[in-house]
């Protein structure tokens, strides 16, 4: 009996052995059925990537044939020759500009006697003096005249100080001179026949420096490289001039870039009065985007541009 018990046992573990074997293997076949789905999907979507690609490019192929059939056409076909022709009409145009500038600068430049001075010294003149002879340039005054009181000469240059008209204060020179240096006897005769008896005569002499106003030009150059180690310079518009009060401050804005016909140059180099500057202070310059200093004279300004660099990826 205990015999036939342990066969019994021993069947029933092989029983379970090939359950578990059984159930183990379908789970197996489970699994694989999942990965065999999941790789199908994985391989659907890369396909539809490389196909999708595929037309993309074909599109794209599509596009730039078409495009290069119309750059092709005789209707572009001479677009590079206009454009050289048309970018040399342009420089043309810009330097006939600049020479007409520069002439109109050179008569701004002209200082013009204050139309008032002549009004200003006749109302300035005392009752006991007269003018013998004047002398107004475009940058001064020069005045003699006679006084039978040194006192007169010197309100005559005090009211004419009180102008705007001059500069600096009027310098005034007076010394006395014998009557009979200025004329004969009978000058000195009154029409009532009474004797002039005032024998102080005063010759004074006057000089004014006229108020002045000084120009500031501005210039604006390209500066390509010649290719030879050099540059070639044109000039971009016309000489801009701007009049101020001497001993005032100027300014000039917007230095930093100039614009033409949808191009853009970078300032690259900087010029006053012929004096280049150091390239450090013309990074200053470029970053303020601004000059301004104190205008005691005439001043020239030269602002040379270069072309913007292009950046990695621009035509």
Known sequence: MAGLGSKKDIAKRDLNFFAEFTAAAAKMTRLLGYGVVVGIVVVAIIVGF????????????????????????????????????????????????????????????????PVELTNIMEKSIPSDSYIDKYEISQTGMHVEGYTFSYYSALNFVNLLNKSDV??????????????????????FIRQDGKVNAINNYYHFIVEGLLVSEVHVSVSNYLRTPDGKGGFVISSLGGVEVEKYKAGSTYEVNNIATYEQSGVTYNLSQ?????????????????TDNKISGIANDDIEIQLYYSPAEKKEGEA
Do not use: C, H
Request: charged content about 20%.
């Open 270 to 286: 900087v010029a006053i009065n012929r004096a280049t500057l150091a390239q450090d202070k013309v990074t200053q310059l470029a």
């Open 166 to 187: 001059f500069s600096l204060p009027v310098q005034l020179e007076v010394q006395r001179v014998d009557p009979s240096t200025i004329g004969s006897v009978e000058t």
């Open 50 to 113: 490389i196909v999708w690609g595929i037309i993309r490019n074909a599109i794209t192929q599509s596009a730039i044939n078409d495009l290069e059939a119309l750059l092709a056409s005789d209707e572009y076909a001479g677009l590079q020759e206009d454009a050289v022709r048309l970018n040399s009409e342009l420089t043309g145009f810009n330097n006939y500009y600049y020479a007409l500038s520069q002439m109109r600068e050179q008569v701004d430049k002209i200082p013009a006697v």
